[in-house]
């Protein structure tokens, strides 16, 4: 069952902007986390963040939660052509289940 | 180097053949996953390990198996019984047990079967 859903499905903008990803999700969560996955390739873990807290930030990224709504955001900053990714989020309940992602595409 | 390792990257089986995809991790983690990826359905967890000898079912573990002999290995081996086998499969580990579980998950680089 799916627990997290990504919106939109697929984005494309031009290098040097942001691009903000969204992740709704239906039931009270332990942590959420990102993760990335380049084309034909392993998922490599951006960010966690816990219930508890609301906003982090890591390099160019920045994860917010809002737990009364059951969202989270996702925002890139001055993207990059390298960052023409797949972008998951996974919800942390009794266990880990991934959404089913934001295709990205930044041009150059 | 530390890290996870799958091998083959491809992998092609006639229909009626078990096939067994290699999973291995020198990162001394606890816990060992398999997911199943399928165009636009994200992973679906097939089945994790959270210590050596045992093994539990995830989401989707009819028609596959694994064993966990050592905590370096987690071997997956999809039967014939899997009705629709043809897919990326993702091996991760974890640092914990337990809650530790599901902080976060280092994947290896995946091995695309097709079920010719």
């Known amino acids: 069952s799916q627990q997290g859903e990504e919106d939109p499905q697929a984005l494309s903008i031009q290098e040097g902007e942001n691009a903000t990803m969204n992740c709704s999700y239906k039931?009270?969560?332990?942590?959420l986390q990102w993760y990335r996955q380049n084309s034909g390739r392993g998922l490599v873990h951006l960010i966690l963040?816990?219930?508890?807290?609301r906003e982090k930030h890591s390099g160019r990224l920045r994860v917010t939660l809002d737990t009364s709504k059951k969202s989270s955001s996702l925002l890139i900053t001055a993207s990059r052509a390298a960052d023409t990714a797949s972008y998951f989020c996974?919800?942390?309940?009794?266990?880990?289940?991934f959404g089913t992602g934001t295709r990205l595409q930044v041009f150059p | 180097d530390g890290g996870i390792t799958q091998s083959p990257k491809y992998l092609f089986r006639k229909e009626g053949q078990n096939v067994t995809l290699s999973c291995e991790q020198n990162?001394?983690?606890?816990?060992m996953y398999w997911y199943r990826q399928d165009p636009g359905q994200g992973l679906r967890l097939i089945y994790y390990?959270?210590?050596?000898?045992?093994?539990q079912k995830g989401d989707i573990a009819e028609g596959y198996s694994v064993s966990r002999e050592k905590k370096e290995s987690f071997p997956l081996t999809v039967t014939s019984a899997q009705k629709n086998p043809t897919a990326f499969y993702l091996c991760?580990?974890?640092?914990?047990?337990?809650?530790?579980?599901?902080?976060?998950?280092?994947f290896g680089p995946g091995t695309r079967l097709t079920v010719l």
């Open positions: 991760a580990s974890s640092i914990g047990s337990g809650t530790g579980m599901y902080n976060e998950q280092f």
């Open positions: 963040i816990r219930s508890n807290e």
């Open positions: 039931t009270s969560i332990n942590n």
């Open positions: 990162l001394n983690h606890d816990a």
């Open positions: 996974a919800t942390v309940t009794d266990k880990l289940i």
């Open positions: 390990s959270q210590i050596v000898n045992d093994f």
